[in-house]
């Protein structure tokens, strides 16, 4: 169902009336708040929109920008609180909720991305005429947006492998799967008119060095040892795409692993040495470890004590020779896998809860963990095995999937304000 009154420029003009009056008046108003729209079971009021008009014009005059036609700026406004609104209800009915923890950590975020305190942020807000604790619900109104559009859009979207297949066959798609280095750099100048002595003791000192480093010692800390004529200099390269690499470092990287040093690389400059400080993307082999369990989960008949002696009891019964699996289909409360024998497969690391995973990591091959508690209940688990499996193609497939999934997210969030706007209700007034 759809109602909108506007009628063009004659809306934005009845609007901007709110702005336009004389001081005394507009004071008198603050008393006198009226709706400036209807939305589904929402209002907008003038007060609110007011606030915001003000917000958006301080944003653009510290930024230097030009302000935009008064008319359009409310007009726009306006707009964006309708699609809020539309939202917050949408989020309201079904149950998404931001708890105060989370509101912390998010604005706590804020602060350290403004290079800042929580405290330094509150002042700093307050200094500028604004009220924290509204900052605060405008950040959660926000955080409630960002669930309600994730939860929506997201379902909208659908890569095939096709399209991931025809994508890794592109420029673009090679270039986002190349694999990145961070490397430190260290250059030992040479004169151009320098002796062969004095390049051959250049060449000394570096191989020296080389072999420092390769001994144990931190590149760094060998490198700001030098001194004198075998001074080196350099630094930090950041991450880099082998497309991106100096030309005299091109072959060389990609052949080192994550923490090796380089040989001494002789340039017109003098000679140069690279350290590997990580790597990311390339070839990727994760260790997986094939477990199953058993889970008791306590109950209003059934206490926490209660359920951790039942999987002891289990743990012993399998200890004396009774099937796991046999037990599992039995006793397991995992819906998902009681009825394989509580076979979980071959699992990645932090793919499992921490309680589970380092209870997985401390038990051998074979063996049966003690009772381990997670959020879930009690639980006894069997590693069957553990492997080195090559990820790097399933990694590479992945990457390239969320690119393209984000490269859509925008156009189909935008088709969806769309239509959630088509279909609520809405009386300008």
Not at 194 to 217: F, N, T
């Amino acid at each position: 169902m759809k109602s909108v009154n506007i009628k063009g420029l004659l809306v934005a003009a009845s609007l901007a009336a709110i702005f336009l009056l004389a001081p005394g008046v507009r004071a008198a108003t603050e008393l006198m708040d009226q709706v400036v729209a209807i939305v589904d079971d929402d209002i907008i009021m003038a007060s609110e929109l007011r606030e915001r008009v003000d917000a958006l014009t301080q944003t653009l005059q510290s930024r230097g920008m030009d302000l935009p036609p008064e008319d359009e700026m409310i007009r726009e406004t306006l707009d964006r609180l309708i699609l809020e609104s539309i939202q917050l209800q949408k989020g309201l009915r079904v149950g998404v909720r931001i708890s105060d923890a989370q509101l912390d950590a998010a604005i706590q975020n804020i602060a350290a991305q403004n290079r800042m305190t929580l405290e330094q942020f509150r002042e700093a807000l307050e200094q500028q005429g604004q009220s924290y604790p509204a900052m605060r619900e405008q950040v959660r109104k926000e955080m409630i947006i960002q669930r309600v559009q994730a939860g929506n859009v997201n379902q909208r979207i659908q890569i095939t492998p096709k399209e991931v297949d025809n994508f890794l066959a592109t420029q673009d798609g090679k270039k986002l799967t190349q694999a990145e280095y961070h490397m430190l750099h260290a250059l030992l100048p040479i004169s151009p008119d320098a002796s062969p002595a004095q390049v051959a003791g250049a060449k000394a000192q570096v191989d020296q060095m080389v072999q420092r480093i390769r001994a144990g010692q931190p590149f760094e800390q060998v490198i700001r040892s030098s001194t004198g004529q075998y001074r080196f200099n350099g630094g930090d390269l950041g991450w880099r795409k082998a497309e991106d690499l100096p030309s005299l470092f091109s072959d060389v990287a990609p052949k080192l692993a994550k923490g090796q040093t380089s040989d001494p690389i002789r340039s017109d400059s003098g000679f140069h040495l690279i350290y590997m400080e990580d790597i990311r993307g390339g070839e990727q082999i994760v260790a997986q470890t094939r477990v199953r369990h058993i889970l008791v989960k306590p109950s209003e008949i059934l206490t926490d004590e209660q359920a951790r002696e039942l999987v002891l009891s289990l743990r012993k019964r399998v200890q004396g020779g009774e099937d796991f699996a046999a037990l599992a289909k039995e006793y397991s409360e995992d819906i998902g896998s009681a009825q394989e024998g509580g076979e979980l497969g071959w699992t990645t690391p932090g793919q499992m809860v921490p309680e589970f995973e380092q209870a997985m990591t401390a038990t051998a091959v074979g063996e049966i963990s003690e009772p381990v508690r997670t959020q879930f209940g009690w639980h006894i688990l069997e590693v069957e095995g553990r492997r080195d499996e090559d990820m790097t193609n399933q990694a590479l497939r992945n990457k390239a999937g969320e690119y393209l999934h984000n490269r859509k997210y925008q156009e189909e969030l935008d088709a969806w304000l769309q239509q959630i706007r088509d279909e609520a209700f809405v009386d300008i007034k």
